[in-house]
């Protein structure tokens, strides 16, 4: 039995002139957290857009769950649960109506429906808040419900469009497990974020630039096999304006900023030393992280690209 959930053939979308989705190929798997990075501009809503049949592709061609992008829009839209940053919830609805409505929505029969409803509130952890506005409820409550909505109806494969943007760090955390437990029950999700610590928790990630798909692999193999050198990090006071004369030295590959830190990327391990001696600081070598590797990725496709 075939395993793939979501392909793509060349997916392109341009309006007029922009391209902002340019010849994506990719497949996503049955039950697995497949994440989606880039930055804001990268194509990352737009692809979720054709993906849940909301855009049509202006080139090349996709399924999800063996449904046509073009075709068969409206049947995917049946089929699968939806949740943008936005959140789309009734602030003058409870919590209660807010899951009622949805549930009126996908059409689940009423006989089902208290049911569903109560697991949704057990899931989102709301117990006790059913009567509560929507508009009272804090971000990371907010979010939670949204989710609540969006899979009420059990769809096979979830999309989170940037679900965790302007909540708290521990309501992502939190927000995260509970997509790991939908996973684990075999539904598949694919979440678009920039949060580096919620890629780590994706099976397999795909990275996008300029609307082009730049790496498309899981984060261990893409934190081993990107990266070509030794990675060093050296925190120095004046990091922002020594980087372009870092970036000059013979023995220097590419280098960064991150936060207060700057990460150099060296042709060898015997360079450290005299990065050591021009920087006048001592560099510790590390191990490359996402971040490290996308940022690798966007520059070498820049390159490319000009």
């Not at 990719?26 to 049949?53: A, D, H, Q």
């Not at 689940?108 to 109560?118: A, C, L, M, V």
């Not at 909505?149 to 989170?160: E, G, H, M, T």
């Not at 999700?189 to 300029?210: G, K, N, Q």
Request: charged share 25%.
């Amino acid at each position: 039995m075939d395993n793939t959930v979501i392909t793509t053939r060349a997916l392109t979308k341009t309006f007029g002139s922009f391209t902002a989705v340019d010849k994506i190929s990719m497949e996503v798997r049955r039950g697995e957290i497949y994440g989606f990075l880039g930055p804001n501009g990268s194509g990352k809503s737009t692809t979720i857009r054709m993906l849940c049949g909301i855009l049509e592709p202006t080139s090349g061609s996709g399924a999800v769950l063996g449904y046509d992008l073009v075709r068969e829009a409206e049947k995917i839209k049946r089929k699968i649960g939806y949740m943008s940053q936005k959140f789309s919830l009734y602030d003058d609805l409870t919590v209660y109506e807010n899951l009622d409505f949805y549930a009126g929505l996908y059409s689940i029969p009423q006989r089902e429906r208290k049911k569903r409803i109560g697991e949704m509130i057990e899931m989102a952890l709301l117990r006790g808040r059913e009567n509560e506005l929507a508009a009272n409820l804090s971000g990371g409550w907010k979010q939670r419900l949204a989710l609540g909505c969006a899979i009420i109806s059990r769809p096979a494969v979830l999309f989170l469009d940037e679900p965790t943007s302007g909540v708290s760090p521990t309501s992502r955390r939190a927000f995260f497990r509970i997509i790991q437990q939908l996973a684990n029950e075999n539904t598949t999700v694919m979440v678009t974020t920039h949060f580096m610590d919620e890629a780590e928790r994706c099976y397999r990630i795909a990275f996008i630039s300029e609307g082009r798909l730049i790496a498309d692999d899981t984060p261990e193999n893409l934190k081993n096999n990107v990266i070509k050198g030794v990675l060093a990090e050296v925190i120095h006071p004046d990091a922002l304006y020594i980087i372009d004369n870092l970036e000059k030295l013979p023995y220097v590959l590419e280098c960064s900023n991150h936060g207060p830190a700057l990460h150099v990327l060296l042709e060898s391990a015997g360079a450290v030393q005299a990065l050591n001696n021009y920087t006048g600081v001592e560099a510790k070598i590390i191990r490359p992280s996402l971040e490290d590797v996308f940022v690798s990725l966007a520059k070498k496709n820049r390159r490319q690209v000009s």
